[in-house]
């Protein structure tokens, strides 16, 4: 069946089943519900069943993920080895990759290339085919808005929609998707200004075969990890509204896997296709997509590098033209005609979306359901917190509530507010929702503030500091770790630190170790040794394996060998990785081998790539070569992959497995036997191995411009020439060395004429490298007519890169008419180069055509590139244009206003300042109270200087009031000051006690 290596035909399905009932018997025929079980336990689980066992060790069938199939290799080995046995054979990985190719033949499948390039996958189907949806459906299971009753009689039970720009870029990104590619988009906008609507006509255009999924059982973060790690089947569009439940700070400790597992599926060209759909207020964009500070770790790391050119900006009004179409329109939909007549600023979205009706009835509402529903708006503006229980509820209100309206409270008092919250009005749900936990999902139950209340409590309750009893019903009822420590550090930021203690503390005592991290740092500046120590050791113990390392590190250097032993295994018991390596490695030393394997086998089942690399290691050190491989294979990272490609034997293996390490990022191995092929003259062999990495290279490269709304190629220098500079091409680094590498072989054994022809045909593909890269060596040969052909042709081929190089050209050449010029310009503007969006702009703002220069400016900042924006605003102020340079900055999208206008009110000096703070304080933007107290204080407006830097410590800035105790403090009799910085506030704001 199996002769040198080569599975014969017909047989691969039962050579693997053998080779997996042998392993199953080595290691002693645990039960299937075992391994079930086993695999349930994993980070992230493997998801078995007792039947599919069966079926796979008596061939039936074959397992589809390669991940299942590592689990069980990994698994069965470790167990075989504890009773004796051997493990897996080396060559499992071609076994299995074998028998799921003849497995799909059998079914009718065409021949496939290898496993890795497979177009299917069996994966779990979910979510509903877009072409059974109906409109009544919209409202929950996709959370649409239900818009406002009228009496008149309506065409649907949606309005009549009303295309706007952004669902033109919308509707774009969804045909790709139908076309075939992986494509993901997110609507940024404020609440109830018409994300998820665009979304729904959106998605009813994709063909037959399409399903929509929405991810929400047991958590929207957990039901999205789930499936990531379980597979996507192809044409399934998932709807993530609120992204920020999935990749924010509401996911915790999944944010970070669920972006990273996202990009890998986009970039996975072998599946698919797949359409990714989110929505997001542009605050919660702002925090996701906010640039990396030097010095400080990231917490959004993934989600940045995910969301880079996927954001498409939804303005809160209807323009112009939209409000004409809408008046068309609002003759067939008395509910559009109803928001016509009744709204100013085009805000049309907002209010057939019922904000109007539910802001009357917050006005309007009694103490103590005002009391609840600020409680709730508390709860997720500071904490994120999409589900509130009744305990909560119940708790917090009673600080929100006046001493007077607290006696006159009646012994239903709870039932009343939460009924008078629920009760929907002309057709719109209520102010609070309740929801309930559906049985066997693992949800939670309780209830939801509305979208639109949330928006409202944010603007409103801004520079409001919640009471104390927030902070006590925080600590004492909100069950999920990550969501009380972001309200631990909401207390922190606004100088409430005998809370934040409190709340970093009952977040680690729920298993949150970063916010162990916190409040030891808490600890830490407040001299107070016992218990930063403590809490480290806790955090530790929660499974902080670097933590641990310290710890560690402290305990050896003092000669606190008992103490350490301790903590290592408690820690290892209660199952840190981390622990469970170093005491392994510990009792294999003392010659404890016996023990030290069973730690190994729990070392073996973790999901840390460090921790599996360096168990690689032992086990390498050990001579187990087949278990270090299966160690750095279920570790999986670049690192672990590389490492894997070095223990590589045969040149088919080693190919197989530098191709594997090249996916996962790891380049090192496949240009190694690359550059070993030249220098062992296999030219054949390095064109074929350059040719794989700049496969892969391209693909990367199609997928960043695909997704980018306008391309960011620097500016170059003022001749065609000297602007032809491959530093300033948009390849990031390490891409291009396949493609020289591949060239100057080429140039080498076949002359030049065939390093133009790979360069030509990457060029043609659309990579500007390459065609500034063919032009330059056209022109170094003298033969400048054929570049200037080259460059014409990519030029009515649409290639942005070349369209920018001849505008830019013709901008510099003093002989080309300034229509001639404009017109080139725009071209290149229309293929989505940035830089010709900044000329154009510039150039309007020289002509003095001010508006028009607004128009490009504020066109760039909507699809991400800002510096054209700032850039107006900036030589505007410069040129004594105060008035007019405020006025564009607050003209900028929501997501960027904030910033722009903060940049420039730190830029205006004295009274010139003023006027603008005051309104940037009146449009509650969180900064401006700091910044108006810091003015004010050099002033000699104390008092009121005082007022601000308090408020700007309750809005979460407690700079400004540091800095105003600090000065103050050695002129203070009373020692207030002195109080103030020792100890902080307490949540009325008056000095705390000791803590």
């Not at 397992?63 to 897996?88: K, Y």
Request: charge should be negative; glycine fraction near 10%; proline fraction near 4%.
């Amino acid at each position: 069946m199996v002769q040198g290596g080569v599975v014969e035909e017909g047989a691969a399905v039962r050579v693997f089943a053998a080779m997996l009932k042998a392993l199953y018997e080595r290691a002693g025929s645990p039960t299937l519900a075992a391994l079930v079980r086993q695999g349930g336990l994993r980070q992230p689980s493997v998801v078995l069943s007792t039947s599919s066992l069966s079926d796979w060790l008596a061939g039936r069938s074959v397992p589809s993920q390669q991940s299942v199939v590592q689990f069980l290799i990994v698994c069965l080995s470790q167990q075989a080895r504890q009773v004796g046995g051997a493990g897996a054979p080396a060559g499992w990985v071609r076994l299995w990759e074998a028998a799921v190719e003849e497995r799909r033949q059998r079914r009718g499948g065409r021949p496939g290339r290898s496993v890795a390039d497979m177009p299917e996958r069996q994966v779990p189907v979910r979510g509903r085919f877009v072409a059974e949806l109906r409109d009544e459906e919209a409202f929950d299971e996709w959370e649409v808005h239900r818009p406002v009753d009228v009496t008149a009689a309506v065409p649907g039970v949606l309005p009549l929609y009303v295309r706007r720009a952004h669902d033109e870029v919308l509707r774009s990104v969804v045909g790709q998707a139908a076309g075939g590619s992986n494509r993901m988009v997110v609507l940024v906008g404020e609440s109830s200004s018409g994300k998820t609507r665009a979304c729904w006509e959106a998605v009813a255009e994709l063909p037959a075969g399409w399903r929509l999924w929405h991810p929400l059982d047991p958590s929207p973060a957990q039901a999205l990890a789930n499936a990531l790690q379980e597979g996507i089947a192809a044409r399934t569009a998932i709807w993530l509204n609120e992204l920020q439940q999935y990749v924010g700070d509401q996911a915790g400790a999944l944010a970070g896997q669920v972006a990273a597992g996202l990009r890998m599926l986009l970039q996975d060209s072998t599946t698919g296709p797949v359409l990714v759909l989110g929505t997001v207020w542009p605050e919660f964009w702002s925090r996701l997509t906010a640039p990396a500070v030097p010095g400080r770790s990231s917490g959004h790391a993934q989600a940045r590098t995910l969301l880079e050119g996927k954001g498409v900006y939804v303005p809160a009004a209807f323009e112009a033209q939209e409000l004409e179409d809408a008046r068309t329109v609002g003759g067939h939909d008395g509910r559009l005609a109803d928001a016509l007549a009744h709204t100013v600023g085009g805000r049309i979205a907002q209010y057939m979306a019922g904000a109007p009706t539910l802001l009357e009835r917050y006005r309007t509402a009694p103490p103590a359901a005002r009391a609840v529903i600020g409680a709730a708006m508390d709860a997720s503006r500071l904490g994120g917190a999409g589900l509130v229980g009744r305990e909560f509820l119940q708790a917090a209100a009673e600080g929100y509530l006046s001493d007077d309206d607290y006696d006159a409270l009646g012994e239903e008092w709870l039932e009343d507010a939460l009924t008078y919250t629920q009760q929907p009005s002309k057709g719109v749900r209520g102010l609070l929702s309740r929801v309930r936990a559906r049985p066997g999902t693992g949800g939670r139950g309780g209830w939801r503030l509305s979208d639109y209340m949330d928006h409202i409590g944010r603007i409103e309750r801004r520079y409001a500091a919640p009471p104390a009893s927030f902070w006590a019903a925080a600590r004492e009822h909100l069950p999920e770790s990550h969501i009380v420590r972001a309200v631990g550090q909401a207390a922190e930021a606004r100088w409430r630190d005998a809370e934040t203690v409190g709340l970093y503390q009952r977040a680690l005592d729920l298993g949150d170790v970063k916010a162990g991290h916190e409040l030891a740092c808490l600890w830490q500046e407040r001299q107070r040794a016992e218990e930063a120590r403590r809490v480290q050791e806790q955090t530790a113990l929660a499974g902080d394996g670097e933590v641990l390392e310290e710890l560690l590190e402290q305990m050896l250097e003092q000669e606190q060998y008992q103490q350490a032993e301790q903590l290592v295994r408690e820690a290892a018991g209660r199952g840190s990785p981390t622990a469970q390596l170093h005491l392994a490695r510990a009792l294999m030393l003392d010659g404890k081998s016996e023990e030290a394997t069973r730690w190994y086998a729990e070392v073996a089942q973790c999901s840390d790539p460090d921790i599996l690399r360096a168990y690689a290691a032992d086990l390498r050190e050990q001579g187990d070569q087949d278990g270090a491989r299966a160690a750095l294979r279920s570790a999986g990272d670049r690192h672990a992959m590389g490492e894997l490609a070095a223990l590589a034997t045969g040149t088919a293996e080693m190919e197989a497995a530098a191709r594997e390490a090249f996916a996962a990022g790891e380049a090192t191995p496949l240009k190694d036997l690359a550059e070993r092929a030249e220098v062992e003259e296999r030219a054949a062999d390095a064109e074929r191995l350059y040719g794989n990495a700049i496969s892969v290279f391209e693909r990367r490269r199609r997928q960043r411009e695909e997704g980018v709304d306008l391309i960011d190629f620097e500016a170059g220098p003022r001749s065609l020439l000297d602007y032809l500079n491959p530093a300033v091409l948009p390849m990031p680094p390490g891409e291009t060395w396949a493609l020289r590498q591949l060239v100057a072989l080429l140039d080498a054994t076949q002359g030049q004429a065939a390093g133009d022809d790979a360069l030509g045909q990457v060029a043609r593909a659309g990579n500007s490298w390459a065609l500034e890269r063919l032009l330059r060596r056209l022109r170094q040969r003298g033969q400048d007519q054929e570049a200037q052909a080259l460059l014409d042709s990519e030029v009515e081929r649409g290639n942005p890169w070349a369209l920018w190089v001849q505008a830019h050209r013709a901008v510099h050449d003093e002989n080309v008419p300034d229509d001639v010029r404009r017109t080139l310009l725009e071209r290149a503007a229309a293929a989505r180069v940035g830089q010709a969006v900044r000329m154009l702009m510039e150039r309007a703002e020289q002509a003095e055509r001010r508006e028009e220069a607004d128009q490009w400016a504020l066109h760039a900042a909507a699809r991400g590139y800002t510096t054209p924006l700032w850039k107006l605003v900036q030589g505007r102020e410069k040129a004594g244009l105060l008035e007019e340079a405020e006025q564009l900055a607050w003209r900028a999208p929501a997501s960027q206003r904030s910033w722009t206008l903060r940049r420039l009110a730190q830029d205006r000096a004295g009274e010139q300042a003023m006027p603008l703070l005051r309104r940037a304080y009146d449009e509650a933007l969180t900064w401006a109270p700091g910044m108006l107290a810091e003015r004010l204080e050099k002033a000699g407006e104390f008092v009121e200087a005082e007022r601000l830097a308090r408020q700007a410590a309750d809005a979460g800035d407690r700079q400004a009031l540091e800095e105003l105790a600090t000065r103050r403090k050695d002129d203070d009799p009373g020692r207030q000051w002195q109080a103030l910085l020792t100890n902080g506030l307490t949540a009325e704001g008056s000095p705390a006690a000791p803590w």
